[in-house]
């Protein structure tokens, strides 16, 4: 192999390795047998939610996870594999590829990367079943809200009851 191919190929288990340290969650799978049309629908939606997919080697997949610290990874590397890679939302690649493989059944969640630990597929699909960030804040912030309103009520009768005397 000539050393211009050796360098391209390093440089790029270098570039994917940057990616597996600063994604806050990557979802390996293995998307034989989807169509055309398919993976097209599949990127847009992850592109909607700020998920970068690609399709990449599974020898350079397995370098760039060594080098990134992530032992573990070699046995999801077999087979055609695309690899979602979020900087973002930890949910939303597990929940986008979970989402699509019940429509899809060609599509086959393999494992993934959660804030830097290795993860199964049975935590990333688990991963894939709670809320987004945006819903999670939500919930919190109607669970801060409630005691103020409540409180607000109990003023408001107070008041109600105190004008009717």
């Known amino acids: 192999m000539s050393e211009t191919a050796i360098a391209k190929k390093a440089a790029l288990v270098d570039d ?12 390996i799978v293995d998307y034989r047998g989807l169509t055309v049309e398919e993976v097209t629908n599949l ?3 992850l592109r909607d939610a700020n998920v970068e997919m690609k399709v990449i080697k599974n020898s350079i997949l397995s370098r760039a996870a060594k080098a990134a610290g992530l032992e ?4 999801v590397f077999t087979g055609p594999t695309a690899v979602a890679f979020s900087n973002e939302d930890v949910v939303a690649p597990a929940k986008i590829m979970d989402e699509f493989a019940k429509d899809a059944k060609a599509l086959e969640i393999k494992g993934g990367v959660i804030e830097g630990k290795v993860a199964s597929m049975e935590e990333i699909t688990a991963l894939a079943k709670l ?7 939500s919930m919190l912030l109607s669970v801060l809200q409630a005691p103020v309103r409540n409180v607000a009520y109990a003023v408001k009768a107070v008041a109600e009851k105190e004008e009717a005397a």
Do not use: H, N
């Open 16 to 27: 994917v390795t940057e990616k597996f340290k600063a994604a806050s969650s990557v979802v």
């Open 72 to 75: 573990g990874l070699d046995e």
């Open 43 to 45: 990127r847009k939606q």
């Open 131 to 137: 809320p987004s960030r945006d819903g999670l804040l």
